[in-house]
């Protein structure tokens, strides 16, 4: 069943005022809304994916009066067209935002790689990743896009990031370190780990990457052999077993000799509640600080 947003709702979610979307609707009728029974003005998935593009499209320069000339499938190929070349990271972003609504996975892969290319792995994670991951996320809470999307794109970021990591020629440096890298039982969200993994190798320093939901038991085995200067972990979802205060004291005291690094938007919302000596890292600018120190 397709959503139904109210012009206020895709107003908000295109930028658009509503002022604009009626006069476009009387002159160039685009978009076309539907209308309730008693006559109320709605929109659909379809109009919010075309309005996406539009925006994007008027933003750049581009008359409306033109652009409602040309087909839904024309406006979208101009959009990841222009995103394709273009310097600017909002568009980049919007561009993202619309080839995952239309499930385009060559598009998306376009862009991202276009994005990659002009700024590198780490700017396009920073500046353009996360703020359209947040994007989503304030999308999926609104009901506007279903959480298959979020798994549809999070697996074409991951892929990215692996191969990345993979295509990393290593570099050693004077004072290497050597992180454990993973995330705890009941956490599952893995990109800001993998963009983690991806940073402390890009700095000459070593890390074992042990991925999701990692027990601790596993963790002593492999810290016995290893013997981590650093233990990373990103918490996204806070599905704990136990406490943070709790599950943190227990790392403590299994690996006394290693600093613990939390980060991710449950770590951060809990930081009052963090014992001294955990490390919580806000921003990216923060954790490259601490890597290249």
Do not use: C
Not at 182 to 190: D, I, K, N, V
Request: proline share 4%.
């Amino acid at each position: 069943m397709l959503n139904r947003f109210s012009i206020q709702e895709i107003s908000t979610l295109t930028g658009i005022k509503a002022h604009t979307l009626r006069i476009w609707e009387q002159r160039y009728n685009i978009p076309k809304p539907k209308r309730t029974s008693t006559n109320i003005r709605f929109y659909d998935d379809d109009d919010l994916k075309l309005l996406l593009n539009i925006s994007l499209l008027n933003n750049e320069g581009h008359r409306i009066s033109q652009i409602a000339k040309l087909t839904a499938e024309e406006i979208n190929v101009r959009v990841i067209e222009y995103a394709s070349h273009s310097n600017d990271l909002t568009v980049h972003l919007q561009a993202l935002t619309s080839a995952t609504l239309n499930l385009d996975e060559a598009s998306f892969e376009r862009v991202l790689s276009a994005s990659i290319l002009q700024i590198g792995m780490e700017r396009t994670m920073s500046e353009v990743i996360f703020p359209f991951l947040k994007k989503i996320g304030e999308m999926w809470m609104s009901g506007s896009m279903q959480p298959a999307y979020e798994h549809f794109i999070s697996n074409l970021i991951r892929q990215k990031l692996i191969v990345a990591i993979d295509g990393q020629v290593r570099v050693s440096q004077k004072h290497q370190h050597k992180y454990l890298v993973f995330l705890p039982e009941g956490e599952t969200h893995e990109l800001g780990l993998l963009f983690a993994n991806y940073m402390i190798r890009s700095r000459g320093h070593i890390a074992i990457y042990l991925g999701q939901s990692t027990p601790l038991v596993d963790l002593e085995k492999i810290s016995l052999k290893f013997q981590p200067d650093f233990l990373f972990m990103t918490l996204t979802a806070g599905r704990l077993r136990k406490p943070l205060s709790d599950y943190i004291r227990a790392l403590t005291e299994k690996f006394p000799e290693a600093k613990i690094i939390l980060t991710g938007q449950y770590a951060i919302s809990q930081k009052e509640q963090l014992p001294p000596d955990t490390m919580l890292i806000e921003s990216t600018e923060q954790f490259i600080k601490l890597l290249e120190e």
